[in-house]
């Protein structure tokens, strides 16, 4: 949605303009300094030796473009993308271990038809019962580590409206490991619902948060049958979803149509809380990312980042 009504880093660079940044180190921060941070060598100046992908402007304040050069050549200002997606053949790739099947056909999970899946049993092993939650900070992907008082219902750890905290699981969908990792989220403003994706990073397995089992089964049961994507449920139904059926990261639709859908989604959340996050399902998708701190959850379970290791959904004594 961004990229089709602010742009892309031509927008970052306005913003940074409007912000009082001058132009020209704005414009530094997009191409050479990032060019030079990441070692290549051939991109990022206009120069001898440069690859001559370029743009002209009206004026720099404004940065409206007014002609763009790719490899020195000038591309028409209305030259548009109109190749089109005829059949599946368009999908095999070079490689005989690489289809349209293996592409399309993503969703290897062991099961999605488990009602008990998603329980989270009140801890026994310990007189504990404190959570270790990944606490969400806004407009950021990194997390915090929360220690919170389990709601527990008879005999189960469920989430908890009242405190803004939602059950999150992701489930393995590579090689039907059965593999499925539980927590719990604190912050993306849920009060009843679930919602689910296979944008996942880095694994791509699926992600699924929610007030209440039964709408978590069903929105990753929806993943599942379409192949990936991001889907609401609410009150037992689906409410909105925008279908990812190539690796369930990518739509095989225009993109007007991917915007609609993407658009629908985002609204189906708005309604299922009063304080839902602008972007859930980007911040959905870097719950799962063991890499970023500081705690995270993956298909194996929880993670402290910041130590690199396993950790038990529920705190010490």
């Given at each position: ?119 989270i049993p009140a801890n026994s092993t310990s007189t504990s019962s404190l959570l270790q939650v990944i606490g969400v900070i806004p407009g950021q992907i990194i997390t915090q580590k929360r220690i919170i008082q389990a709601k527990v219902d008879r005999k189960y750890a469920v989430a908890d409206a ?156």
């Open positions: 949605i961004d990229l089709k009504e602010n742009g892309h880093l031509d927008y970052l660079v306005r913003t940074a303009i409007s912000f009082g940044l001058p132009p020209i180190r704005a414009i530094q921060m997009v191409s050479i300094n990032t060019a030079r941070y990441f070692g290549l060598k051939n991109i990022g100046a206009i120069a001898p030796g440069f690859r001559a992908d370029f743009i002209l402007l009206d004026d720099l304040e404004s940065f409206r473009i007014s002609e763009v050069y790719l490899d020195g050549k000038r591309i028409d200002n209305n030259k548009r993308f109109t190749s089109r997606i005829k059949n599946d053949a368009d999908f095999i790739v070079n490689n005989n271990n690489c289809s349209s099947f293996f592409l399309q056909n993503t969703m290897h999970i062991k099961t999605v038809d488990d009602p008990n899946m998603f329980v009242q405190r803004d905290l939602a059950k999150l699981a992701v489930i393995e969908r590579h090689h039907r490991t059965g593999n499925i990792g539980l927590g719990f989220v604190q912050g993306l403003g849920l009060e009843r619902g679930a919602i689910a994706s296979s944008v996942a990073h880095d694994s791509h397995n699926i992600v699924v948060a929610g007030m209440n089992d039964i709408d978590m089964l069903i929105a990753a049961r929806y993943i599942s049958l379409i192949g990936g994507g991001l889907v609401v449920a609410d009150n037992e139904k689906i409410a909105a979803s925008l279908r990812l059926p190539i690796a369930g990261l990518m739509s095989n639709q225009p993109i007007a149509s991917v915007i609609s859908d993407l658009k629908a989604v985002n609204e189906a959340c708005s309604k299922m809380g009063n304080n839902v996050i602008k972007d859930p399902f980007m911040l959905l998708s870097f719950l799962s990312l063991p890499v970023i701190p500081s705690l995270k959850l993956t298909d194996k379970g929880l993670v402290d980042v910041d130590k690199f290791q396993f950790i038990s959904l529920w705190a010490a004594d």
